[in-house]
């Protein structure tokens, strides 16, 4: 039974200067009621998350049988952590995006969403009755599933309603899209062997090939479903279920393996590369123009562990699409392609925020980026990472810190210019000609993508 809770009067009764004790027991316990937890299915304060002595300050799931929460304390499903709206001297307590407190906060909740105790937990929250914002962990990704949201008095119950909806029906697939903008850095064969060394991995994967080359389609020797992708651009009602194939490879002993399933592009997509992002005229072919994507993909949200979308170079149509349509992006690059390097930076610091912005639910971000498909050197290695440092103290003028998307293993005390690596590897590339990802036809190929999976998916 869902109680229904005066918002006006909880927020009137939280003092302005309110330390985090009262914030939470005043504001963020009620909260964490009214998205549906009884008392005896949350634990406050202080909820260990098993990596050192850390605890996060709420850990809820609902009670299973006669195991309750309370008591046994294991499993839980959604965490909480808790701020103040000022400190004990009185200085406000700014959780607005982009500020320092804020990204040391997200840093928090994802740290504890992939603790030891928590590996059962989808979702964490980050709140001090001012700001709240709402995440979402898969594997080892986490990511937002809302804004970070100034509340109000107005909008508080909308906000709390939308939560509950998201943690009641939770999404079950990661949608990555791979993208940089700068062509032959291995966006299509990367999405090929991600696509088979996750369903090596049990995983249940789809691909949508959002490129109108088809270079996807074509080199998995795919035709099209009873009904294209263009059809479903086009018309809203179309039944996006029919474009989904198969991509079954028959093996050397003659057996069929249903390996996972792809939606192709079709000859028609190269008629909608004009839809632009911020078009709203009737004029439009595609409704909703690049959104369209994401609507077009909402059911399979719920049937797939990955949705892994190629697309292509131009930062036009399709890719707009795809990145609208995605939770993270992954970015391949190459050490010896400068050019490839400050495309991503573009990818992160200018296309991401501008989808970012449309879509207002705080998505999508992106993943550290990855060298592919070269043989790398020292010298030339030492050139890309003096190439990189340049990028990074550019982009710092502005607002951006782009270290952790080029050397996410450094840290303030400690630099470490790791970037990882999938080499070239010759079977990768003759891969395409036996219409099957690498991963699938050899050892050391497999070896690499699953390094990449680990590094950047896996729990
Ligand atoms: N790891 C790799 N090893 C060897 N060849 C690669 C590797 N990754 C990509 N390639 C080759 O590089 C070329 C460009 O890759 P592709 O995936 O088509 O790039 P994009 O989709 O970004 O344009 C292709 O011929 C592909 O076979
Ligand atoms: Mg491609």
Redesign the pocket.
């Known amino acids: 039974m869902m109680t229904t809770i005066n918002w006006n009067q909880v927020l009137d009764d939280i003092p302005n200067n309110a330390s985090e004790a009262i914030v939470n027991s005043q504001f963020t316990s009620v909260l964490i009621e009214t998205l549906g937890f009884t008392k005896n299915e949350m634990l406050f304060p202080q909820f260990p998350t098993g990596r050192s002595a850390d605890t996060v300050d709420f850990a809820a799931r609902k009670n299973i049988g006669t195991d309750k929460f309370l008591f046994s304390g294991v499993d839980p499903y959604l965490l909480v952590e808790g701020k103040g709206r000022a400190i004990a001297t009185g200085a406000k307590i700014n959780l607005a995006e982009g500020t320092p407190k804020y990204n040391a906060t997200r840093e928090q909740i994802k740290k504890y969403l992939l603790s030891p105790k928590c590996q059962t937990a989808q979702w964490g929250i980050i709140t001090n009755g001012i700001h709240i914002q709402l995440f979402r962990r898969h594997g080892k990704v986490v990511i937002p599933a809302t804004a970070c949201t100034l509340i109000n008095k107005s909008n508080i119950s909308a906000i709390v309603q939308h939560i509950k909806s998201l943690i009641d029906n939770p999404p079950k697939a990661l949608t990555v899209c791979i993208y940089n903008n700068k062509?032959?850095?291995?966006?299509?064969?990367?999405t090929l062997n991600l696509a088979a060394i996750l369903r090596k991995q049990q995983k249940k994967v789809l691909v949508v090939d959002f490129d109108s080359q088809r270079?996807l389609t074509q080199t998995l020797g795919l035709g099209v479903g009873s009904i294209t992708l263009s059809d479903c651009l086009i018309n809203p009602k179309a039944d996006v279920i029919k474009t989904v194939v198969p991509f079954i490879h028959t093996n050397k002993q003659g057996q069929q393996l249903h390996l996972f399933e792809v939606i192709p592009s079709d000859e028609r997509m190269e008629e909608f590369t004009e839809q632009s992002l911020n078009q709203t005229t009737k004029t439009l072919t595609v409704p909703r123009g690049p959104k369209r994507l994401r609507d077009i993909l909402k059911t399979f949200v719920y049937q797939y562990d990955y949705i892994l979308i190629d697309c292509p170079?131009q930062w036009l149509f399709f890719s707009q699409s795809s990145l609208y349509a995605s939770d993270v992006v992954l970015i391949?690059t190459k050490h010896n392609g400068l050019a490839s390097l400050h495309n991503a930076a573009r990818v992160i610091t200018n296309f991401i925020p501008e989808i970012k912005q449309v879509r207002g639910d705080g998505g999508p971000i992106a993943l550290p980026i990855f060298f592919?498909?070269e043989k790398i050197t020292d010298p030339g290695l030492q050139t890309a990472n003096l190439e990189i440092e340049k990028i990074i103290n550019q982009t710092k003028k502005g607002s951006f810190d782009l270290l952790p998307y080029y050397w996410p293993k450094s840290t303030s005390g400690k630099a470490d210019k790791t970037i990882f690596s999938?080499?070239?590897?010759?079977t990768?590339?003759n891969a395409?000609f036996s219409h099957i990802p690498a991963v699938f036809l050899n050892k050391t190929a497999a070896e690499h993508y699953f390094g990449i999976i680990k590094e950047y998916f896996l729990q």
């Open positions: 062509g032959g850095v291995g966006k299509t064969t990367t270079d170079t391949p592919n498909g999938i080499p070239s590897y010759a990768v590339a395409a």
